[in-house]
């Protein structure tokens, strides 16, 4: 598959280096060459390096993995509002979180960034994936397989793209977890800010959760009266 990557940091590394592991076509697209031929140079194998607008008519899913500020610019630099990614899988790892309360940059009683970029993005396919774990859990599993894989919930309105995004998790050696529409990813970038904020504190978030055998059944749901 043809992945373009939108950015240079750990979470463009991470992805898309394990993507190219897997054997996937990658292109790493910078504002900056430098920067990306590096990157690609440090992935190897057929990872190559472009520019942003460059990774976007590569891809045929295109991967946005930059920091919150830039993520709506960037789009619009690519001219997505102009349907530049019409028919692409837009994977979003993007985390709205304003870093130093550990809230969401988004609570503003507007849509979550997942429904901001498809807007920005008309005809794209956006799922929102990859936000609950830092670039440092990918890079351990690529380099050390076989140990404790991350569970990804994926959102998204395209069965057909969520499927592509779950292929991809489970080229990472993750499980995808289909977790709703995209009307729910701000609920799984609610839960990113609290995670984020619980690693920062020094705290391990999965201890917050019950394991599925502690936890305790979910309620049967009260049947409605249907009148005759």
């Known amino acids: ?34 920067r990306a031929e590096a990157l690609a140079a440090r992935v190897g194998g057929a990872a190559r390096a472009g520019t942003p607008a460059e990774a976007a008519a590569f ?34 790892c993007v985390n709205p979180v ?20 498809a807007d920005a993005a008309p005809g794209a396919h956006v799922v929102k994936a990859f936000t609950l774990c ?23 309105d395209s069965a057909d793209a969520l499927a592509v995004a779950g292929g991809l998790v489970r080229d990472l050696g993750a499980t995808p977890v289909p977790a709703g529409s995209l009307e729910r990813a701000g ?8 995670a984020i904020g619980l690693y920062a504190s020094g705290n391990d978030p999965r201890l917050v959760f019950a394991a599925p055998d502690a936890a305790p059944p979910p309620r049967a749901q009260p049947r409605t009266a249907v009148a005759d």
């Open 59 to 92: 891809g045929s899913v295109v991967l946005l993995a930059v920091p919150y500020a830039a993520a709506l610019s960037a789009l619009g630099a690519l001219g997505a509002a102009e349907g530049a990614l019409r028919g692409r899988v837009l994977i979003d």
């Open 187 to 194: 609920l799984v970038e609610a839960a990113a800010a609290f």
């Open 98 to 117: 304003a870093t130093a309360a550990f809230t969401l940059a988004t609570d503003d009683g507007g849509p979550s960034l997942a429904r901001r970029i």
């Open 1 to 34: 598959m043809r992945i373009g990557v939108i950015g240079t940091g750990g979470m463009a590394e991470a992805l898309g280096g394990g993507w190219a592991a897997a054997g996937h076509a990658v292109l790493f697209g910078g504002r900056g060459p430098e």
């Open 134 to 156: 830092p670039a440092d859990v990918w890079r351990t599993l690529r380099e050390t397989p076989g140990g404790a894989a991350p569970h990804v919930p994926l959102c998204g």
